[in-house]
Nanobody
Framework: QVQLVESGGGLVQAGGSLRLSCVAS????????MGWFRQAPGKERELVTG????????YYADSVKGRFTISRDNARNTVWLQMNSLKPEDTAVYYC???????????????????WGQGTPVTVSS
């Protein structure tokens, strides 16, 4: 099992940046592919970005490509989401999630993510 705790959300003006962090408990962090999801009011939770167990491959939703960067440090049990050039439509609660995966696999399907953090809210003002 793994427990995930996110931090770093807040209020930022459009064009600004935020860096979200997600710290995992346990000694098996490197056995999980990681993902960042977001859920805006009235909308479904969507995958924003994912990363493999070793960090050698990533996936980004089209809406965030070129603006967001996911990274991880397995020695620190941490995954980050660097968000630049933020837009009002990025406003949402952001969730960190973990999925069992094979080497080199980025997990896209939401149902494969078995562990979730509590979420951290991001608000981008125009």
């Amino acid at each position: 099992q793994v427990q995930l705790v996110e931090s770093g959300g807040g209020l930022v003006q459009a064009g600004g940046s935020l860096r979200l962090s997600c710290v995992a408990s346990g000694r098996t962090f490197n056995t999980y592919a990681m993902g960042w999801f977001r859920q805006a009011p009235g909308k479904e939770r969507e995958l924003v970005t994912g990363i493999t167990r070793t960090g050698d491959n990533t996936y980004y939703a089209d809406s965030v490509k070129g603006r967001f960067t996911i990274s991880r440090d397995n020695a620190r049990n941490t995954v980050w989401l660097q968000m630049n050039s933020l837009k009002p439509e990025d406003t949402a609660v952001y969730y960190c999630a973990a999925a069992g995966a094979i080497w080199g696999e980025v997990v896209i399907a939401r149902e494969r993510y078995g562990y979730w953090g509590q979420g951290t809210p991001v608000t981008v003002s125009s």
